[in-house]
């Protein structure tokens, strides 16, 4: 079997003009402009809007019902405890959404790129991912406390089985939402992952992907503790 | 400048060098309807960097970085950018292929066998691009470049010789 001359191809190449078949009109191109990026951090700004404007409007609601509850201290104290957890998590976000690796200036190299992107999504991400998860159970709290408003009245006294559901349905909420955002992502992420292992030959980002692996665990934890305190707090508030 | 004074330039610069992109869709893509998403995106990336292009390098240079940004970072979670055995159907996925050389097909086939940082290396590489070039856009040194380069084409003259 003969050698290949690479070169041969390479000429083949330079001379070949069936890539030039299909050029695009400026009136094309101009409808291109016009159109959505489906880039995965567009997409990741697009979730991070409507979670923002999820949380403002579950702050409203929760203004709505320590009106409604106003003579009702337990109630009252719920309201300002999710409003304050509300904010702080906006806040949150909103450094997040700022955060976001800019499509504006391309860094100057491939690996660049790559690196900044993983080490956000891996990092900031992640916990933005739990906050967006956390908007279900509030979801579901104060949707509860308006049907006792508008059923009853008032808050009907509940049994010990009857905070054994509503905590199972907010940790379902919470952890379903969670899981969903994380599997959506993460096939993508670890590609981002191969390409840059494949940069740096399989050597240098072991340790570190190993180290990113090892926080998201960590912040997963937190996350966890969080909420079951949060119900503990809430049993304790309505009882 | 203002707005419609540097869309009009960027759109000149595109057409221009239009053929960039269609190679980097070439070499990325297997469907017509992926090179068609893929070529969308490239030109909105572009556009939403041309504020940064600071004719520091030539316009092709720049275009070459960012569009091949976009290519290997725009994933999705179907087949789409998947690395797969199979060799492409040319008949039923690449319409366009017929249109093109025999070597020029014989090389896409062996192309496609590589992974998304070595297509990137060698069809800097078919551009005929420096090495300090390709250095800078992948973020490697020029000696891993050339080291690089010479496992990349050996892994190609290799799948070529298989599929002649």
């Known amino acids: 079997m003969k050698d290949i001359d690479l070169e041969t191809y390479k000429s083949a190449w330079k001379d070949e003009r069936g890539f030039d078949h299909r050029v695009l009109s400026e009136t094309e191109i101009k409808k291109v402009l016009n159109k959505k990026s489906k880039s995965i951090t567009s997409l990741f700004r697009l979730g991070l809007t409507i979670d923002i404007a999820l949380k403002l409007i579950l702050g409203i609601s929760f203004i709505g019902i320590i009106w409604l509850f106003f003579n009702d ?67 579901f709290i104060s949707g509860m406390l308006y049907y006792f408003y508008f059923k009853y009245g008032e ?82 508030i309505l009882s | 400048m203002d707005k419609s004074q540097r869309e009009k330039e960027f759109l000149d610069s595109i057409k221009a060098h239009q053929n960039i992109i269609h190679k980097i869709c070439f070499v990325y893509c297997r469907r017509k309807s992926d090179k068609e998403d893929l070529y969308q995106e490239i030109i909105l990336q572009l556009w939403k960097s041309y504020p940064s292009f600071n004719n520091r390098s030539a316009f092709s240079t720049w275009m070459y970085r960012v569009a091949l940004n976009t290519a290997i970072t725009m994933t999705k979670k179907n087949w789409l950018f998947t690395e797969t055995d199979k060799l492409p159907d040319i008949s039923a996925e690449n319409e366009n292929m017929m249109e093109l050389s025999e070597e020029i097909r014989i090389l896409f086939k062996a192309i ?31 000696k891993n470049v050339s080291v ?14 298989k599929l002649q």
Not at chain 1, 183 to 205: A, G, H, W
Request: proline letters at 3%; one cysteine or more; charged letters at 20%.
């Open chain 1, 73 to 139: 201290p337990g109630v009252i104290v719920l309201g300002i405890v999710s409003i304050v957890m509300i904010v702080s998590l906006l806040i949150f976000q909103i450094k997040t959404y700022k955060k976001i690796p800019q499509e504006k200036g391309h860094p100057e190299s491939l690996r660049n790129l790559l690196e900044s992107k993983i080490n956000f999504y891996r990092l900031r991400y992640f916990k933005s991912v739990y906050i967006v998860a956390f908007s279900n159970p509030l979801i």
């Open chain 2, 112 to 142: 496609s066998q590589l992974e998304k940082v070595e297509k990137a290396i060698i069809l800097l590489w078919l551009e005929e691009k420096s090495y300090e070039e390709i250095a800078e856009t992948i973020g490697i040194t020029v």
């Open chain 1, 155 to 236: 808050i009907r006294p509940l049994q010990i089985d009857d905070y054994l559901v509503f905590s199972a349905a907010c940790i379902i909420g919470f952890a379903f939402g969670a899981f969903v955002q994380i599997k959506q992502y993460n096939f993508q992420i670890r590609q981002l992952e191969v390409c840059l292992t494949e940069i740096d030959e399989n050597t240098i980002n072991e340790l570190t992907l190993k180290k990113l692996n090892k926080q998201r665990l960590r912040v997963f934890v937190i996350f966890i503790l969080v909420l079951v305190l949060g119900l503990l707090l809430l049993t304790l």
């Open chain 2, 148 to 161: 690089r380069l010479v496992r990349i084409k050996a892994k190609l003259a290799d799948t070529i010789k």
